[in-house]
T-cell receptor, first 110, second 114 residues
């Protein structure tokens, strides 16, 4: 079983819809990252969080440490949000290596 | 504008060739990483380096080696390329003590071994 599980694997939405992508992890962590990968391959860091909630534009990330769960929300989705969204965690004890989920492929149709 | 730059976006190599993938970062980061990404498997760590001339094996080091002669450059070497090494390769870097710092990724190199 992968230490980091994402759901759903694939998600198709209509422009304007509210989108939620979930990430559950089975290990103790010091930080959780949400990453975005567009077709073509480059990965961009969206959020890094260890507690609570962060917001950037239309993106919101939350984490519940007790439940070992994080969500990434996109409000008023747009076709340019179409990408693969990847959850990754740093292990406890100062581990600098990231453990990745397998990603959620989001397609937003106009 | 901070950058992690990989030397090639696309590479096609023949089986048995020695292949070098280069990664350069301009952020003075101590940690650098090489991953490969395959459909259904996600990103998997091949090797990482936390200092010049230092390296540690990741989860799938077989068939690969690395070199870190300068802080800004981390090279991944396929000594004798094989078709099962066809993949997307991604380089990343973070600061030392990078538990609470952002990871920066290169644009990826899509390698095809024929």
């Amino acid at each position: 079983k992968n230490e980091v599980e994402q759901s759903p694997q694939n998600l198709t939405a209509q422009e304007g819809e509210f989108i939620t992508i979930n990430c559950s992890y089975s290990v103790g962590i010091s930080a959780l990252h949400w990453l975005q990968q567009h077709p073509g391959g480059g990965i961009v860091s969206l959020f890094m969080l260890s507690s609570g909630k962060k917001k950037h534009g239309r993106l919101i990330a939350t984490i519940n440490i007790q439940e070992k769960h994080s969500s990434l929300h996109i409000t008023a989705s747009h076709p340019r949000d179409s990408a693969v969204y990847i959850c990754a965690v740093n292990g406890q004890g100062g581990s600098e290596k990231l453990v990745f989920g397998k990603g959620t492929k989001l397609t937003v149709n106009p | 504008d901070v950058k992690v730059t990989q030397s090639s976006r696309y590479l096609v190599k023949r089986t048995g060739e020695k292949v070098f993938l280069e990664c350069v970062q301009d952020m003075d980061h101590e940690n650098m990483f090489w991953y490969r990404q395959d459909p259904g498997l996600g990103l998997r760590l091949i090797y990482f380096s936390y200092d010049v001339k230092m390296k540690e094996k990741g989860d799938i080091p077989e068939g690969y080696s690395v070199s870190r002669e300068k802080k800004e450059r981390f090279s991944l070497i396929l000594e004798s390329a094989s078709t099962n090494q066809t993949s997307m390769y991604l380089c990343a870097s973070t600061y030392w003590g990078g538990v609470n710092t952002e990871a920066f990724f290169g644009q990826g190199t899509r390698l095809t071994v024929v």
